[in-house]
């Protein structure tokens, strides 16, 4: 069993800052990929921001320069600061994780619950 716990969401003004945090616990042998999505009402949910556990970053070209991915892989811990908010940044954000349970495990996928972000003038 594997826990997400996201913090950071709310509401902002155009222009402003926001950074949502990502706590990983339970059965967790690893963690590959770490990352945050988006889904905008109507719309699909989309990739924001992912980083490895050795630092790559892949960032949608619509927050390239605005928003930046870290990690903290001694408390399984993803962040994303996100600067220079806009309108089209409204969505609920999820976290992300793809993590083996043990070590000879296959690696499995798991979505947070999700965090509110809205811009709004």
């Known amino acids: 069993q594997v826990q997400l716990v996201e913090s950071g969401g709310g509401s902002v003004q155009p222009g402003g800052s926001l950074r949502l945090s990502c706590a990983a616990s339970?059965?967790?042998?690893?963690?590959?990929?770490m990352g945050w999505y988006r889904q905008a009402p109507g719309k699909e949910r989309e990739l924001v921001a992912a980083i490895t556990s050795g630092g790559s970053t892949n960032y949608a070209n619509s927050v390239n320069g605005r928003f930046t991915i870290s990690r903290d892989n001694a408390k399984n811990m993803v962040y994303l600061q996100m600067n220079n908010l806009k309108h089209e940044d409204t969505a609920v954000y999820y976290c992300n994780v793809r993590y083996r349970p043990g070590i000879f495990k296959n690696e499995l996928n798991y979505w947070g619950q999700g965090t509110q972000v809205t811009v709004s003038s």
């Open positions: 339970g059965s967790i042998f690893s963690i590959n990929t």
